[in-house]
């Protein structure tokens, strides 16, 4: 090898190592991956826990995080996401089913503070159909509806 090219050949490498860890520390930022179900399922554990005693009457079948990504049957493209349901039913009781794969798709670029701030938007919603299905109530589902009118308009 000639006399200086090995220094310039070994400066190259520590060049391109250099870049490729800059690289890989931005694709981790960038492309950072959500938590995981289990993690997903503890936090909102910990949310749940925000809540009343009293808010759990009657909810028999308990919150249920499924793995699921739940697109609504009324979207036009692949941009309405389902994120949470309450179901009653005479065979299943009342329970608030969370789908931990729609929050991927629509939230994990987002840091943890602010899926967990999400999650607890959800969640307190599906209480609210809860809580209002007790009391006979239908407030929040007719807001759910013209939500969707809205969609639909558009």
Known sequence: MIPGKENEKNNLNRDIKRRLIALL????????IMINIDEF???????????????????????LILPDTRISPHARADDLYILGTYNRSSSMGRHIEIYY?????LFSHLPKDALEERMREVLFHEFTHHIESLAGEKGLEKK????????LRR
């Not at 909102?44 to 909810?59: A, G, T, V």
């Open 144 to 151: 759910d509806e013209e939500q969707m009118r809205e969609y």
């Open 101 to 105: 794969g729609s929050f991927v798709k």
């Open 41 to 63: 399922t503890e936090l909102m554990d910990k949310i749940s826990e925000e809540l009343p005693d009293e808010f759990y009457k009657d909810l028999n079948g308990g919150i």
């Open 25 to 32: 520390a931005i694709a981790v930022f960038v492309f950072k």
